[in-house]
């Protein structure tokens, strides 16, 4: 159910239900409503509104197994690195910009003395 998405993600992104609810402007009780399972089918304009709030495409809300399908399929593609993106916290976020700094500094070839400023 998309209750049980949505706590995992803002679980995972660390958040509370008040900051969700910052972020989305829907209402705390009915955050904890969806999360519950008690309101199981919200509108379009919620779930558009909780995946921006947690910075997802709304059909990984919606758990559409077809969408990850065509990631896997493509896992060299921009699609796949989009989508993975999309469900990465602000620590693994961090991590990944490390990672493509260290990316730039090889392919500029600088003396390593330079890669600290990519540290």
């Keep these: 159910m998309i209750g ?10 660390q958040l509370s239900l008040s ?12 955050l904890s409503n969806i999360e ?7 509108t379009i304009d ?4 909780l995946a921006s ?3 997802v495409h709304p059909s990984v809300l919606l ?3 077809e969408d990850r399908k065509e990631f896997q399929d493509t896992n060299n593609s921009l699609a796949y690195i989009k989508y993975r993106i999309n469900s990465m916290d602000n620590r ?11 990316i730039e500094w090889k392919r500029k070839k600088v003396p390593l ?3 600290i400023k990519y540290i």
């Design 4 to 13: 049980d998405h949505v706590k995992e993600m803002r679980m995972k992104k």
């Design 19 to 30: 900051e969700l609810s910052e972020r989305t402007k829907i209402t705390k009780s009915y």
């Design 36 to 42: 519950r399972n008690i309101s199981t089918n919200p």
């Design 46 to 49: 919620v779930i558009q509104k």
């Design 53 to 55: 709030g947690l910075k």
């Design 63 to 65: 758990n559409w197994k």
């Design 92 to 102: 693994q976020l961090r991590e990944l910009k490390n990672y493509v700094d260290v």
């Design 113 to 115: 003395s330079g890669l």
